[in-house]
């Protein structure tokens, strides 16, 4: 430490004949992290960079930090779809649950961080891929079989339920076989994965994790004769 201030080769005035030419770089945490003493790791003493050098030292800011840093701040829709039979207290033993989203609620996001006054910059972009349904109970069938159903190119999950389908089989959604007479609900999650990857400056770029969101509904399922929609 004491080498630039204290003997060794100090930097005379804080370099100030250097103005212009380069920036001060010293440590700042980010109040974001959970993990204190990750957090309290990020303590190098100030350094002396060059404008336009992207600096050889551990910790500093690097495409791969900004990118991380963009993930943070990436804020993606809620996880909403809208069920046909629509009441989540209405839905009906034997009969199909159609489940979808509207076009364009799902659509990739994205977000840029950069140093200014230094190349060094990183676009983190998250991608929907698909929407997981989890029945809350064994006894429903799901469909696809999977629970897995794919975001379509405009951005919408399934087909919106017709009138006069009421036989088919959704291209997203499930079957109650049971009613919930033994319990209070059944807890439907649907769940929305997020694909994660950046590209920054010097042709850098890889994948960050998954994230997934997911939103529970509390379904109720009756038994009927016969029902209109």
């Known amino acids: 430490m004491w ?29 974001n992290e959970p993990d204190i003493l990750e957090r309290m790791s990020c303590s190098n003493i100030p350094f002396w960079v060059e404008t336009g050098e992207v ?53 990739p996001v994205a977000v840029t961080a950069s140093l200014d006054g230094w190349d060094i910059w990183a676009t983190t972009t998250a991608r929907p891929v698909a929407l997981t349904i989890e029945p809350g109970t064994t006894d429903a069938d799901l469909f696809p079989r999977s629970g897995r159903c794919p975001i379509n190119d405009d951005g919408s999950i399934g087909t919106p339920y017709t009138t006069g389908r009421s036989g088919d089989d959704p291209p997203c959604g499930l079957i109650y076989r049971r009613a919930t007479h033994h319990v209070d609900s059944y807890p439907m999650t649907a769940s929305i994965t997020w694909e994660v990857s950046w590209e920054g ?10 994230a997934v969101f997911d939103t529970t509904h509390d379904i109720e399922v009756m038994e009927v004769q016969a029902v209109v929609r």
């Open 3 to 31: 080498r630039h201030y204290d003997g060794g080769n100090p930097y005379e005035d804080f370099n100030s004949e250097e103005a212009g030419n380069g920036m001060w770089w010293g440590a700042v945490q980010n109040p």
């Open 55 to 107: 600096p050889d030292v551990e910790r500093a800011l690097s495409p791969l930090i900004l990118a991380e840093l963009a993930y943070e701040r990436i804020r993606v829709p809620e996880t909403n779809i809208t069920l046909s039979p629509e009441r989540e207290d209405r839905q009906v033993v034997n009969l199909p649950t159609w489940i979808w989203a509207d076009t364009g609620d799902f659509s």
């Open 201 to 210: 400056s010097g042709d850098t770029g890889d994948t960050l994790p998954t």
